[in-house]
């Protein structure tokens, strides 16, 4: 027994030499409490107060500095301080700075077409960089960089959305039975507005900052509206722009766009009657008015009586979505929109960087030209995929296969949404 209790002792007394010697960790706020302490009184009493290591005082009051620039709730300092390429980090983040204190707004895309240049330039071979988006988010990482966004509100769907979604659904289907529309006989059309300023939401900022500025030409309300069309076999109608103004700028427009000018820059009934004529009725099968299917909003304008009697004419049908159900059933604001206005920010994020514009008398920038405008629009227009279009109608159940066997796809997600950044 004796001997049982003299091991029980040494084994004992291993445990706690083992539990003193266990590793602890801090965070910053801990630390910094330490080091204030010791400032006022010494590095041992700090020690004693706190339960650590007079060491551990030491050296925390060497990284002070550090520390005051650190998240609060941070314990360690762990991966490289500094890059592979540390002349290739301190040109990016100089590009950065200038351009983010002109206000400038910068993507992680342009960091890396950036980073690319500047790689040539240093002659960095290509097997060895590769300006990967991993790449980019260390090097943010490292240099205190990160993203800033701001917040959209989602549309309110109607307490009885469940029943007109149904009720949309089964008229759409009972017409489908009724003509058998072809996929490219079967649409959706709706408004955009276009902004000749487009900052991005999103934009490489210092960490910490309260203040994100983002700079413009100051044309924020200046507008046009985009009629966009497309059809369930993916087929992209020319885009239809209304500016506001009086009339339309005798500079010749890009090929591929049709302009028209309205005061208030509205889609009255007029234009939509004449949109009905020169873009839908020019559609493949339009001149031999072969039976067709248009779904468009509540807007006002598709409502009147002018409109009805044109898309009869044309020997349409002209399905009309519940009010508040756009975001469930319209192609366009489901897979369409938000890749459109991505590529039209990308546009202008370009142009601006650029530095290729006029200036006002005052020493401001001049907004984009309507031209310039046009050829953004039809840019972005080109770059939306065929293939989310054809998506798109499947989801909000349009143009699925009647016998139920695509009904699957109404539990997918949007393309536009899942590959969003």
């Known amino acids: 027994m004796e001997k049982r209790s003299d091991n029980l002792e040494k084994s004992g007394s291993k445990i706690g030499q083992v539990n003193r010697q266990l590793r602890r960790s801090y965070d910053v706020n801990f630390k910094m409490m330490v080091i204030n302490e010791a400032e006022s009184s010494n590095n041992c009493k700090a020690a ?28 360690a300092f762990r991966g490289p301080q500094s890059g592979r390429f540390q002349e290739l980090d301190r040109r990016v983040c100089a ?36 300006a990967s988006l991993s790449w980019c988010k260390r090097m943010m ?27 949309f659904q089964r008229y759409v289907i009972n017409l489908r039975k009724k003509h058998s529309y072809p996929l490219d006989q079967i649409g959706n059309a709706d408004q955009t507005s276009v ?8 934009t490489v900022h210092k960490k910490g900052e309260k203040s994100v500025i983002i700079k413009s030409t100051g044309n924020e309300k200046s507008r046009v509206t985009v009629m966009l069309a497309c059809l369930a076999d993916g087929t992209k109608l020319p885009p239809y722009v209304v500016l506001k103004r009086k009339t339309v700028p005798k500079e010749a427009m890009p090929a591929g766009i049709i302009v028209r000018a309205q005061e208030k820059g509205w889609m009255e ?10 873009v839908w009725g020019r559609r493949r ?7 067709n299917m248009l779904i468009l909003d509540a807007f006002r304008g598709h409502l009147s009586d002018p409109v009805k009697k044109q898309v009869k004419a044309m020997n349409g049908d002209l ?8 975001s469930q059933l319209q192609v366009l604001d489901v897979v369409v929109n938000k890749p459109f206005k991505d590529n039209l920010r990308k546009k202008y994020t ?14 401001k920038i001049q907004k984009p030209s309507v031209r310039l405008l046009c050829e953004w629009i039809l840019h972005a227009w080109d770059a939306v995929s065929p293939k989310s279009i054809i998506h798109g109608f499947k989801k909000c159940c349009i143009s699925n296969a009647l016998d139920g066997s695509e009904d699957d796809v109404l539990w997918e997600e949007p393309e536009s949404q899942s590959h969003s950044s």
């Open 350 to 363: 370009e142009w601006l960087l650029s530095g290729d514009h006029a200036l006002t008398p005052t020493g």
């Open 319 to 326: 399905v009309i979505i519940p009010g508040g159900m756009t």
């Open 95 to 130: 590009y950065v700075d200038e351009k983010r204190k002109d206000g400038m707004p910068i993507s992680r895309a342009v960091i890396q077409l950036k980073a690319v240049e500047i790689a040539k330039e240093l002659n960095i071979p290509t097997a060895d960089f590769k």
């Open 141 to 167: 990482r490292r240099n205190g960089l990160t993203l800033r966004r701001r917040t959209s509100l989602a549309q309110r769907l109607p307490s009885d959305f469940g029943e007109k979604l149904l009720s």
């Open 269 to 278: 009934t007029e234009l939509v009657v004449d949109w009905l004529k020169v």
């Open 195 to 202: 902004f000749f300023d487009m900052p991005t939401p999103v």
């Open 48 to 75: 004693v107060k706190y339960g650590v290591t007079e060491c551990n005082v030491r050296r925390w009051r060497a990284q002070k500095d550090h520390l005051k620039n650190a998240h609060s709730q941070r314990k």
């Open 285 to 291: 099968g339009g001149l031999r008015k072969k039976r």
